[in-house]
């Protein structure tokens, strides 16, 4: 479980590190700059992986004495 939450720094590293690679207007993706794009899709894997660490920590079981 411990190494799962890791995982959490995978969005803050792609936003971080993401206006330095990707800063270009084009390709336009659903209308949106590419960076744009990039940075709504870090928002979103955060919440996807949240939920992923959320239901696979042992203390959010029933029957766990938290």
Known sequence: MKH??????LPFLGMLG?????????PLVLGMPFLL???VGCTVAT?????VIYLTDPANRPGSDR
């Open 47 to 51: 919440a996807a992986i949240m939920g």
């Open 37 to 39: 794009a990039w940075l």
């Open 18 to 26: 993401g206006p330095f690679v990707f800063n270009r207007v084009e």
């Open 4 to 9: 799962l939450q890791w995982l959490g720094l």
